[in-house]
């Protein structure tokens, strides 16, 4: 169970990875961070803008809660590959979707 505390936009002031796509986080560019408590535990998440639209895109499309977590990198069916190249390119050349 989840229990999200903040969800802001942020612009980075240092370098951060993304917990999407694992890919970096540059000073400067604005990203989501979440900070709320996952199975008791505190925590910061953060990801890239397109990725965060990606993965709520992918929740709606399976008919899943936000709370059941898809990763960008390793949960993906082909059918979804060939979605997020056509609807989240920036996102598929993160993930090096080729």
Do not use: F
């Amino acid at each position: 169970m989840s229990e999200i505390i903040a969800d802001t936009r942020q612009r980075a002031a240092k370098t951060h990875y993304c917990d999407d796509c694992g890919q970096m986080i540059v000073i400067g560019e604005e990203y989501r961070r979440i900070r709320g408590k996952w199975d008791g535990d505190v925590g910061v998440y953060r990801c890239h803008l397109e990725c965060s639209t990606a993965v709520n895109d992918l929740h709606k499309m399976h008919g899943l809660c936000s709370d059941e977590g898809i990763s960008l990198r390793s949960d993906l069916e082909p059918e979804d590959v060939v979605w997020i190249k056509q609807k989240h390119p920036i996102v598929a050349d993160r993930l090096g979707l080729k």
